[in-house]
C-alpha cells in the first residue's frame, strides 16, 4: 500500500547570522499490505467471553516490531472471527509473525493474505495478457 511518510532534519545553514533551519522532505513510499484473517481456538473465544480484552495495542506494538504498521481490525463473524490489515516492510516479516502467533495455540485458523494496490493489480493484469499463455489440451 502506499503510504506518505515525512521525514525532518535540521540543517545548519551559513547566513548572517548563522540560522538553524528545519527542512522536512514529503515522500512517498510502498509498503506491502497483509490481510490476516483469524478464528479463535474454543479456549482462546471462553476466556473472551469471561473477560473481554481489546488487543489492538498488543496487535499494533507486534507490526511495529516487524517495521510494519497496523492500518485497521475489526471483529466479525461467519468463516473468521476477526480481520486485521496490517502494512509489512517484506513477506519474511508476515511469513514470521504468521508462524509466532499461529503456532500460540490460541487460533483454530491464521491466514495471512498479501494485498496489491489498485496500481499493482492493473500492472499484474497487464502483464498477465501480454504472456500469451496457452492452457494444456488433449489435443496434439
Not at 506518505?4 to 528545519?22: A, D, E, G, H, T
Not at 463473524?77 to 508462524?99: L, N, R
Amino acid at each position: 500500500m502506499r503510504r506518505k511518510s515525512v521525514c525532518c532534519v535540521s540543517l545548519w545553514i551559513r547566513l548572517k547570522p548563522w540560522i538553524k533551519l528545519k527542512l522536512c522532505l514529503e515522500r512517498w513510499h510502498s509498503m506491502p499490505g497483509y490481510l490476516i484473517q483469524l478464528s479463535y481456538s474454543a479456549e482462546t473465544m471462553a476466556a473472551f467471553i469471561k473477560r473481554p480484552t481489546d488487543r489492538r495495542e498488543v496487535i499494533r506494538k507486534l507490526a511495529e516490531r516487524l517495521g510494519g504498521t497496523l492500518v485497521g481490525s475489526w471483529f466479525s463473524f461467519g468463516d473468521y472471527d476477526a480481520v486485521i490489515v496490517i502494512d509489512g516492510p517484506d513477506s519474511v516479516s508476515a511469513a514470521a509473525c504468521s508462524m509466532a502467533v499461529s503456532s500460540s495455540g490460541a487460533f483454530k485458523t491464521f491466514k495471512t493474505t498479501p494485498l496489491l494496490s489498485m496500481e499493482e493489480g492493473m500492472a499484474a493484469m497487464k502483464k498477465a495478457g501480454s504472456l500469451n499463455y496457452k492452457p494444456p489440451s488433449g489435443e496434439k
